[in-house]
């Protein structure tokens, strides 16, 4: 079964405004991690949360995790026309050698 | 430098024919990993490799078979190949037994005529 759902399923803003995305999932976690995907490549690591952690921050990026509601956000500030892409949520469950199991993406268009 | 570099990036090929596709990575990492990306953009994990120990996602056919000749290498073989293997193949790599970030390749475009 889908273990990450984003939502929602695609988000135009114009440029300067933020960009909330929010994903869920169904089991225990190890981590949660969020990618980006340009069109045409592979994904890029933006940021990883631990399970005992609330919350992280990367640059422009704010990431929260509530493991009782089993959900994540993740908000990028000051958005950029670069920052249109795919965003996925993706979860550890068990072992690194699991590998990971991912959302559907949300798909962000940045209007200049 | 490319971290995680697959060849090829694009794969035209007919029903029934075998095909592999090549990764290579060159971050030292210890697990390696094949995802399938599908014409929605899903992505499921197919297989992970670390220190010789396979791991197969049990929905994949047997059809598909990962090599390792190395620890910088793991490499995709696909036998008779079928319609619905249509699809995108992403070649990850990670340290710290998986349980950090993944490291990307490009992707592979496979298309089955």
């Known amino acids: 079964s889908q273990q990450g759902e984003e939502d929602p399923q695609a988000l135009s803003i114009q440029e300067g405004e933020n960009a909330t995305m929010n994903c869920s999932y169904k089991t225990s976690i190890n981590n949660l991690q969020w990618y980006r995907q340009n069109s045409g490549r592979g994904l890029v690591h933006l940021i990883l949360?631990?399970?005992?952690?609330r919350e992280k921050h990367s640059g422009r990026l704010r990431v929260t995790l509530d493991t009782s509601k089993k959900s994540s956000s993740l908000l990028i500030t000051a958005s950029r026309a670069a920052d249109t892409a795919s965003y996925f949520c993706a979860t550890l469950t068990g072992g690194g050698a699991d590998g990971l199991t991912f959302g559907k993406g949300t798909h962000l268009i940045i209007q200049p | 430098d490319t971290a995680v570099s697959q060849t090829p990036k694009y794969l035209v090929t007919q029903m029934g024919n075998d095909k592999s596709i090549k990764c290579e990575q060159n971050?030292?990492?210890?697990?390696m990993y094949w995802y399938k990306q599908d014409s929605k953009k899903f992505l499921k994990i197919m297989f992970s490799?670390?220190?010789?120990?396979?791991?197969i996602n049990e929905t994949v056919p047997n059809r598909f078979s990962p090599k390792s000749p190395d620890k910088a290498h793991l490499n995709l073989h696909i036998n008779s190949l079928e319609l619905g293997d249509s699809a995108v193949y992403f070649c990850?790599?990670?340290?710290?037994?998986?349980?950090?970030?993944?490291?990307f390749g490009d992707g592979t475009r496979l298309s089955i005529l």
């Open positions: 949360i631990r399970s005992n952690e």
């Open positions: 971050l030292g990492h210890d697990t």
């Open positions: 490799y670390n220190n010789k120990e396979l791991i």
């Open positions: 990850a790599s990670s340290q710290v037994a998986g349980l950090g970030p993944q490291h």
